[in-house]
């Protein structure tokens, strides 16, 4: 992935092919100006976040028109806000920094995404 960079300043790694996300549907969790929703957050959703969500009107859980549906433990490409929506509910999954867009610090500032890393942390 060129241009762009993770949370550690490195380039891009992808989030998951397994199931295939992104906005892209490339398995990077990159954006573009187009993407309204910024799905730059790779997430290891749990089943506190997926409940969550499913309330908030976005049913991540069941099969549809060639989305599988995510399980606890999945990895997949949140929209920014809707990371920082649950954050403030208590229930933000975790993320993979090095597959996170840094465009993510224009929405959450890095000292409180650190405790919330998968991987190293800056």
């Given at each position: ?50 409940a969550y969500s499913k ?68």
């Open positions: 992935m060129t241009g762009k960079l993770n949370l550690l300043g490195e380039p891009l790694l992808p989030c998951s092919h397994q199931p295939l996300t992104g906005y892209f549907r490339d398995g990077y969790c990159r954006t573009d100006a187009q993407d309204r929703g910024r799905h730059v957050v790779c997430a290891q959703v749990t089943e506190a976040f997926l309330t908030q009107g976005n049913d991540l859980i069941t099969p549809q028109l060639g989305f599988p549906g995510l399980k606890p433990g999945d990895y997949w490409c949140l929209c920014a806000l809707r990371w920082l929506e649950a954050f403030e509910a208590g229930v933000a999954p975790p993320i993979v920094f090095a597959a996170t867009d840094q465009a993510l610090l224009s929405y959450v500032e890095l000292k409180v995404l650190q405790s919330f890393a998968l991987d190293k942390t800056i």
